[in-house]
C-alpha cells in the first residue's frame, strides 16, 4: 500500500504568551518572558510561587456559563485552539467526509483541578459524596477530544494519547501514521494541559523538578545555563491540522509545512531522569531521520526538549552532538521553553507550531534568560542565546521527552 504524505494546513494555540497563534509568535520572536507569579491560588506554603499561567483569561469571553461549567480548563484551552487552527485551515465542513476526519487531542495529567476541587467538596462536606454529575467527564484526558469532534460533528479517528510530556507529540505521530495508511484524510492533532494548581505545583516540587528561583521569577526557566535548576510550569494549549497532501491541494489548501519523518523511542532507564549520555534522545533522533529517508547534515534547526533541568539539558545535547557530529555546530538549537514555560502534554504540539512559523518566517526564537556557560556543555553549540537568529530554514525537527522514558521527535520539511 502506497503511504500518504502529511501536511499541516492549519495552526492554532493559547498559551502564556498570547491567546492566539499571532500574539504568541510576536512573542517569542521578542524573546518575552511569560513566567509571573501565580495568580490561580494562594502559594504562601508553597516552595515554588511562579508560573507561566495564561493571562487575562475569562472563560466567559469562550463558552457561556453553562457549557463553560462542563468542562475543566485543559478542556477549554483545548477547544479555543482547535477552533483557531480550524478557521486557520479554511476547511470546509459541509464538503468533506467528516467520517474520515477526527481528532486526536492529548493531555499529560487531564482536568486535575476538577479532581482537586471536587475532593476538597467532599472533605468539606464532611464525607458526604455530593459529586458533580460531570466531575468524572471532567476529568478524563480524552474528554478534549470528544468534544471537539462533538462540536464539528467529525466521525473519524477520536482518542487521547497520554505519555507525560511527549503526549501530544504521540497525538501529532499516532495522527501521521493514520494518515499515510489512509485510515483518515485530516485530524486535529494536539495537545491542552491546566495544571497550575495545589496538586500540579505541589507534586513537581516534591520532585524538585521545577525552578524556585522566586525572586528571579521572570528569568527562572534557564535551559543550558549554569545557574538552571528546574523548569518553569506552564498552561495552554497547541493544535495542528494534519491532512494528507493530494486531499489539500485539491482544495487549495494553505500548507505551512509536511511531516516528513517521525521517531519513538524509550530509554528504559528510569522514572523521571532521562538517560545520562542521552541513549534513548539519540536513538529517537536517529529513528526519526531514518523515517525521513534523510542524512543528519539536512536539519538546520532543532527545537529541543530543553526544560532546564540540571541533567535533561545535558543529555539531549550529548545525544545531538553524538547523532550530528560537525554538523551539531551548524544548526540552530533553541528552546522555547525559557519563555512558555513547560506545557506538559501539550508542550511537542506547541513547540511543533514554533518549527513551522521558523520556516516560514526564516527566523529561530531565541532561548533567553542564560547568564553563565555550564562547562559541561560545548561552547561550538549555537543555542540562539538571548536573541532570536535570521536563518533560512529547509528541515526543522522538534524533541519531546516524557517522564517514564518516553521519546518522541518530529520532522517538518518545508514546501
Same mark, same amino acid.
Given at each position: 500500500?502506497?503511504?500518504?504524505?502529511?501536511?499541516?494546513?492549519?495552526?492554532?494555540?493559547?498559551?502564556?504568551?498570547?491567546?492566539?497563534?499571532?500574539?504568541?509568535?510576536?512573542?517569542?520572536?521578542?524573546?518575552?518572558?511569560?513566567?509571573?507569579?501565580?495568580?490561580?491560588?494562594?502559594?504562601?506554603?508553597?516552595?515554588?510561587?511562579?508560573?507561566?499561567?495564561?493571562?487575562?483569561?475569562?472563560?466567559?469571553?469562550?463558552?457561556?456559563?453553562?457549557?463553560?461549567?462542563?468542562?475543566?480548563?485543559?478542556?477549554?484551552?483545548?477547544?479555543?485552539?482547535? #477552533?483557531?487552527?480550524? +478557521?486557520?485551515?479554511?476547511? =470546509?465542513?459541509?464538503?468533506?467526509?467528516?467520517?474520515?476526519?477526527?481528532?486526536?487531542?492529548?493531555?499529560?495529567?487531564?482536568?486535575?483541578?476538577?479532581?482537586?476541587?471536587?475532593?476538597?467538596?467532599?472533605?468539606?462536606?464532611?464525607?458526604?459524596?455530593?459529586?458533580?454529575?460531570?466531575?468524572?467527564?471532567?476529568?478524563?484526558?480524552?474528554?478534549?477530544?470528544?468534544?471537539?469532534?462533538? +462540536?464539528?460533528?467529525?466521525?473519524?479517528?477520536?482518542?487521547?494519547?497520554?505519555?507525560?510530556?511527549?503526549?501530544?507529540?504521540?497525538?501529532?505521530?499516532?495522527?501521521?501514521?493514520?494518515?499515510?495508511?489512509?485510515?483518515?484524510?485530516?485530524?486535529?492533532?494536539?495537545?491542552? #494541559?491546566?495544571?497550575?494548581?495545589?496538586?500540579?505545583?505541589?507534586?513537581?516540587?516534591?520532585?524538585?523538578?521545577?525552578?524556585?528561583?522566586?525572586?528571579?521569577?521572570?528569568?527562572?526557566?534557564?535551559?543550558?545555563?549554569?545557574?538552571?535548576?528546574?523548569?518553569?510550569?506552564?498552561?495552554?494549549?497547541?493544535?495542528?491540522?494534519?491532512?494528507?497532501?493530494?486531499?489539500? +491541494?485539491?482544495?487549495?489548501?494553505?500548507?505551512?509545512?509536511?511531516?516528513?519523518?517521525?521517531?519513538?523511542?524509550?530509554?528504559?532507564?528510569?522514572?523521571?531522569?532521562?538517560?545520562?549520555?542521552?541513549?534513548?534522545?539519540?536513538?529517537?533522533?536517529?529513528?526519526?531521520?531514518? =523515517?525521513?529517508?534523510?542524512?543528519?547534515?539536512?536539519?538546520?534547526?532543532?527545537?529541543?526538549?530543553?526544560?532546564?533541568?540540571?541533567?535533561?539539558?545535558?543529555?539531549?545535547?550529548?545525544?545531538?552532538?553524538?547523532?550530528?557530529?560537525?554538523?551539531?555546530?551548524?544548526?540552530?538549537?533553541?528552546?522555547?521553553?525559557?519563555?512558555?514555560?513547560?506545557?506538559?502534554?501539550?508542550?511537542?504540539?506547541?513547540?511543533?507550531?514554533?518549527?513551522?512559523?521558523?520556516?516560514?518566517?526564516?527566523?529561530?526564537?531565541?532561548?533567553?534568560?542564560?547568564?553563565?556557560? =555550564?562547562?559541561?556543555? =560545548?561552547?561550538?553549540?549555537?543555542?540562539?542565546?538571548?536573541?532570536?537568529?535570521?536563518?533560512?530554514?529547509?528541515?526543522?525537527?522538534?524533541?519531546?521527552?516524557?517522564?517514564?522514558?518516553?521519546?518522541?521527535?518530529?520532522?517538518?520539511?518545508?514546501?
Amino acid at each position: 500500500m502506497e503511504l500518504k504524505r502529511v501536511v499541516v494546513t492549519g495552526i492554532g494555540a493559547i498559551t502564556p504568551l498570547g491567546h492566539n497563534v499571532p500574539d504568541t509568535w510576536k512573542a517569542l520572536i521578542n524573546g518575552e518572558s511569560g513566567s509571573d507569579l501565580i495568580s490561580h491560588f494562594d502559594t504562601t506554603n508553597f516552595k515554588t510561587k511562579f508560573a507561566c499561567e495564561i493571562k487575562n483569561y475569562d472563560a466567559a469571553n469562550y463558552f457561556d456559563r453553562k457549557e463553560s461549567r462542563k468542562m475543566d480548563r485543559f478542556a477549554q484551552y483545548a477547544m479555543i485552539s482547535a #477552533e483557531e487552527a480550524l +478557521k486557520d485551515s479554511n476547511i =470546509d465542513l459541509e464538503s468533506v467526509d467528516l467520517h474520515r476526519m477526527g481528532v486526536i487531542l492529548a493531555s499529560g495529567i487531564g482536568g486535575v483541578e476538577t479532581l482537586l476541587n471536587e475532593i476538597k467538596g467532599f472533605i468539606e462536606g464532611n464525607g458526604i459524596p455530593r459529586f458533580s454529575p460531570f466531575f468524572i467527564p471532567k476529568i478524563i484526558c480524552d474528554i478534549a477530544a470528544g468534544l471537539i469532534s462533538m +462540536k464539528y460533528g467529525l466521525k473519524g479517528p477520536n482518542y487521547a494519547t497520554v505519555s507525560a510530556c511527549a503526549s501530544s507529540t504521540n497525538a501529532i505521530i499516532d495522527s501521521v501514521q493514520l494518515i499515510r495508511n489512509q485510515k483518515a484524510d485530516i485530524i486535529i492533532a494536539g495537545g491542552s #494541559e491546566a495544571a497550575i494548581n495545589e496538586v500540579g505545583m505541589g507534586g513537581f516540587n516534591s520532585m524538585q523538578a521545577i525552578s524556585t528561583k522566586n525572586d528571579e521569577y521572570k528569568t527562572a526557566s534557564r535551559p543550558f545555563c549554569a545557574t538552571r535548576d528546574g523548569f518553569v510550569m506552564g498552561e495552554g494549549s497547541a493544535v495542528l491540522i494534519l491532512e494528507e497532501y493530494e486531499h489539500a +491541494k485539491a482544495r487549495g489548501a494553505k500548507i505551512y509545512a509536511e511531516i516528513v519523518g517521525v521517531g519513538l523511542s524509550a530509554d528504559a532507564h528510569h522514572l523521571t531522569a532521562p538517560h545520562p549520555e542521552g541513549e534513548g534522545a539519540f536513538h529517537v533522533m536517529k529513528n526519526a531521520l531514518d =523515517d525521513a529517508y534523510m542524512n543528519s547534515n539536512e536539519v538546520d534547526y532543532i527545537n529541543v526538549h530543553g526544560t532546564a533541568t540540571p541533567r535533561g539539558d545535558i543529555s539531549e545535547l550529548l545525544a545531538i552532538k553524538k547523532l550530528f557530529g560537525e554538523h551539531a555546530f551548524k544548526m540552530n538549537i533553541s528552546s522555547s521553553k525559557s519563555m512558555t514555560g513547560h506545557l506538559l502534554g501539550a508542550a511537542g504540539a506547541l513547540e511543533a507550531i514554533v518549527c513551522i512559523l521558523s520556516m516560514r518566517d526564516e527566523i529561530v526564537s531565541p532561548t533567553i534568560n542564560h547568564q553563565k556557560q =555550564d562547562p559541561e556543555i =560545548d561552547e561550538r553549540f549555537n543555542l540562539t542565546l538571548n536573541k532570536s537568529q535570521k536563518r533560512k530554514i529547509k528541515v526543522a525537527m522538534n524533541n519531546t521527552f516524557g517522564f517514564g522514558g518516553h521519546n518522541t521527535t518530529l520532522i517538518f520539511k518545508s514546501i
